[in-house]
């Protein structure tokens, strides 16, 4: 199949149809994170983490047809009808940068579509630890941000973008699925790749990219073991690798690095993990005390001695007794952030019991 010819216009659409305009500035109007559009049902909006269902006449398939004719180029419309899935950035003068996700239910598209904002927040403003800015200051290494979908990874992940971008004389080399946040240049120099409209695929693209002299590499999201093992090599090569991956727990990412892996490729990506990790943090957004906005509760791992040798060893099991014991490093457990958020009134007791993963320990501290 010939490669896909996409120009920056066609690669960023501007919405256009009024009605959807409307729809749009209404959401993020109300604060919402998302919105969904289902045939048969009125649109959803997802604000503080909670769907909400608008009043009025459901959505037609008809209508959302009409929605996807006009919002896709001809290249996007061959590969919506080719693969049946699409995810792709929207810009809009007055709501900024949107994620489009679109998917086939009964043979007719339906969207979904995340708001990126125009700003990104400080360290404190989203809740992240002061320990994050130090790790995000390594030479090199591999930095990984892990969490649930809709728990604020790519926010993270552009924060540390816009830190070192504001910091450092360097080229930041970014591959995302879309680009969901544009950085101009600041001190650094940052090259922004969009799967399917710069490159193919996330693997060609990290092959490519150690050729284009790159100081950090973005990694949008870690999918399989081709991409874990270029990750792995850059972040050993010199380079600073920041990375996002779906699970819910440090341990977890950890585990699922590894176990793509079989034999003794998997005991060679447990040695360049023991030699190269410099630190994890693994986040969810949980709701407020008064229910206005969500919160961020983490749990992170700073790679000591002590966790090199554990994780070289391959004892996962022991990360969370050292996690728990290494608060002069930085290092803290998610329990123990919820237990925190709860002791300064930012979320209920309720909340941190539900979103615990030991509820019975928050419960302990709290008599």
């Known amino acids: 199949m010939a490669p896909l010819a996409r120009t920056l216009e066609n690669l960023v659409p501007i919405v256009s149809l009024p009605d959807l305009e409307q729809l749009l500035r209404s959401a993020t109007d109300r604060g919402a994170s998302d919105l969904h559009l289902i045939g048969g049902a009125p649109p959803a909006l997802r604000i503080n983490g909670e769907i909400i269902v608008e009043e009025g006449e459901p959505l037609t398939p008809e209508t959302l047809t009409q929605w996807a004719e006009s919002l896709l180029n001809a290249d996007q419309q061959r590969v919506f009808h080719a693969e049946w899935e699409l995810c792709l950035s929207l810009n809009y003068p007055e709501i900024g940068r949107v994620r489009v996700t679109l998917y086939r239910r009964d043979g007719h598209p339906e969207f979904s579509f995340r708001f990126s904002g125009e700003y990104i927040g400080s360290r404190e403003d989203l809740g992240l630890p002061p320990k994050l800015d130090e790790l995000a200051r390594r030479p090199n290494g591999l930095l990984l941000i892990t969490g649930p979908t809709g728990s604020g990874k790519t926010t993270t992940l552009n924060y540390l973008v816009d830190l070192i971008n504001t910091e450092r004389r360097c080229k930041i080399v970014?591959?995302?699925?879309?680009?969901?946040?544009?950085?101009?240049?600041?001190?650094?120099?940052?090259?922004?790749?969009?799967?399917?409209?710069?490159t193919h695929s996330f693997n060609r693209a990290l092959i490519h990219v150690l050729r284009q002299d790159p100081d950090v590499i973005v990694i949008g999201e870690i999918r399989d073991h081709e991409a874990v093992a270029t990750a792995l090599t850059a972040a050993e090569t010199g380079h600073l690798v920041i990375a996002t991956l779906h699970s819910p727990s440090v341990v977890h990412a950890l585990e699922r690095i590894i176990g793509v892996f079989e034999g003794a490729a998997q005991r060679q990506t447990i040695l360049q993990l023991a030699s190269c990790l410099q630190g994890i943090i693994a986040q969810e957004l949980v709701p407020s005390v008064d229910r206005a906005r969500r919160t961020l509760a983490h749990e992170l791992l700073v790679a000591n001695s002590a966790v090199r040798n554990v994780i070289r060893e391959n004892q996962l099991h022991m990360l969370e007794t050292i996690i728990q014991t290494g608060g002069k490093d930085g290092m803290i457990l998610l329990d123990s952030c919820l237990h925190d958020l709860y002791c300064r009134c930012l979320v209920s007791y309720d909340v941190a019991l539900t979103r615990a993963r030991h509820p019975e320990r928050i419960a302990k501290r709290t008599g």
């Open 174 to 198: 970014t591959i995302e699925d879309p680009i969901e946040y544009v950085h101009s240049n600041k001190r650094a120099v940052v090259v922004q790749q969009e799967v399917l409209s710069d």
